[in-house]
């Protein structure tokens, strides 16, 4: 990504994480981190995306907007279960899925649903191997599509890049 996008996408990313913190109490806040953490990870790949397909600062700022809003929704809609069954399937699906083959996750207490999919699998500069995935997650009959990257740690693990 080239040092322009980066000084062009940094502030409106800024800007909008403060938003997003205004419009959050400070209950919700404590009572749900991942509420959070998804509206900072969705509008960081929301801002991404929009400038990785050449959108202008109007685009950028729009990506960042609706990638908060969507991420921290399906942050707060998803409970401590729901999360820790999401996060079962990635690690499965970083570990022995083959490209575009989906590993499955569902609890039958909230209804919800995913499927984690790698999408690429490739070794980056530094030697580690990454696997780009999308994940959908269904919430009240809802798919809610994500996107990202995780990379092998030397201990073995996968990691979620942020």
């Not at 990504?1 to 959050?24: D, E, F, K, N, Y």
């Not at 953490?37 to 685009?59: E, F, N, V």
Request: with cysteine; glycine share 16%; net charge positive.
């Amino acid at each position: 990504m080239s040092l322009t996008i980066l000084r062009t996408i940094a502030p409106i990313v800024i800007i909008a994480l403060g938003l997003s913190a205004c419009a959050q109490t400070g209950e919700t806040v404590r009572n749900n981190p991942k509420t959070t953490m998804g509206g900072m990870l969705g509008a960081a790949s929301g801002g991404l995306i929009a400038a990785a397909a050449g959108g202008g600062t109007a685009g950028i700022l729009g990506g960042v907007l609706l990638g908060g809003l969507v991420g921290g929704a399906v942050g707060n809609a998803l409970d401590q279960k729901d999360k820790e069954m999401a996060a079962q399937a990635a690690q499965r699906a970083f570990e022995n899925s083959r490209t575009g083959e989906s590993s499955a996750w569902r609890n039958p207490d909230s209804g919800n649903s995913g499927s984690v999919t790698p999408t690429r699998t490739y070794q980056a500069p530094s030697g580690q191997h990454c696997r780009e995935y999308q994940h959908d997650i269904v919430i009240g009959g809802e798919v809610h599509k994500s996107y990202g990257t995780a990379c092998r740690q030397p201990d073995g693990s996968w990691k979620i890049q942020g």
